[in-house]
């Protein structure tokens, strides 16, 4: 079985490029049993997504204060 | 937290015509030379780019309603002109540099046992609603905190890749490693990045 550095390489990955079938499958395997690899495919995106808005912040929640 | 508040009210009780706001100009300034610095690894070319940021700022300053709206945009052409240069710039980095570099932070020990298996206390807990912290500026303060021990070229591609949105080809060249160079220190960068938020920030969220 894949393991959880494998799978969490795999996780960091498919942010670049679209996984294998293969891949895929042996990566939700290992997810369907595996909490800690779970919760990191969540928030890897998450981590993404973060850094995108990372501009924005307080300046945003200034904003909302004053309305 | 005190000190956050406090520099709110501060920011609050000025009329803020924006880019003649000193203070709100002053904070967004060391923020866009900050990230500046980290991309292009240069102090000069820095504050070059954000100079030319801020420059196309004012000359539409007056069409911004409030900070959010003005800060996005600055740090949007901010953006762009970083990609310019780094576009230019090929081989910013040499790749021996890169290299030693990752073997120095080879060591993924204290998170994975011999086996590659999570060790029991380094496992990912849940963060429940993640995206909520966004709303927080002491979140904000952490990611910072936690994006600058990132070790400094995982840092760079890591921004490159996920706040510049260049793509992996043009991460490579301009860096100039290979794409499974990259592919590593993406991974380890997250790896990094995910264990910081998660115990300055999410762990203490979940318990209160």
New interface residues.
């Given amino acids: 079985m894949m393991?959880?550095?494998?799978a969490?390489?795999l996780i960091?990955?498919s942010?670049?490029?679209d996984l294998s079938v293969s891949e895929k499958v042996t990566l939700r395997v290992h997810i369907l049993m595996?909490?800690?690899?779970k919760?990191?495919s969540?928030?890897?995106p998450?981590?993404?997504?973060?850094?995108?808005?990372?501009?924005?912040?307080?300046?945003?929640?200034?904003?909302?204060?004053?309305e | 937290m005190s000190g956050s508040n406090a520099h709110n009210q501060l920011v609050d009780g000025i009329d803020t015509s924006d880019l003649s706001d000193t203070i709100f100009l002053k904070e967004l300034r060391r923020q866009m030379v900050k990230f500046a610095t980290l991309q292009l690894s240069n102090a000069e070319a820095a504050e070059d780019a954000v100079q030319e940021a801020l420059m196309g700022a004012m000359k539409n300053a007056k069409s911004f309603a409030g900070h959010a709206a003005l800060k996005t945009w600055v740090f949007a052409i901010l953006r762009n002109k970083i990609a310019d240069v780094l576009r230019q710039k090929q081989r910013l980095v040499e790749a021996s540099n890169l290299l030693s570099d990752e073997e120095e932070n080879e060591d993924f020990t204290e998170l994975f046992n011999n086996k590659g298996y999570w060790h029991r206390d380094e496992r990912p807990a849940s963060w429940g609603n993640p995206h909520e912290a966004l709303h927080q500026n002491q979140f904000w303060k952490i990611f910072e905190v936690c994006l600058e021990k990132l070790p400094g070229h995982q840092a760079r591609v890591f921004m490159m890749k996920e706040f510049i949105e260049l793509d992996a080809k043009e991460i490579c060249t301009t860096v100039g490693i290979s794409n499974t160079n990259l592919n590593v220190m993406l991974h380890r960068s997250r790896l990094r990045l995910r264990e910081c938020l998660e115990n300055t920030w999410f762990i203490k969220e979940c318990a209160t």
């Avoid at chain 1, 393991?3 to 494998?6: G, L, M, R, V």
């Avoid at chain 1, 595996?34 to 690899?37: A, M």
């Fill in positions: 393991n959880c550095y494998e969490t390489r960091s990955e942010q670049e490029r595996c909490t800690g690899c919760n990191f969540v928030q890897i998450f981590l993404g997504q973060a850094m995108r808005a990372f501009a924005n912040y307080r300046s945003e929640d200034e904003d909302e204060g004053k």
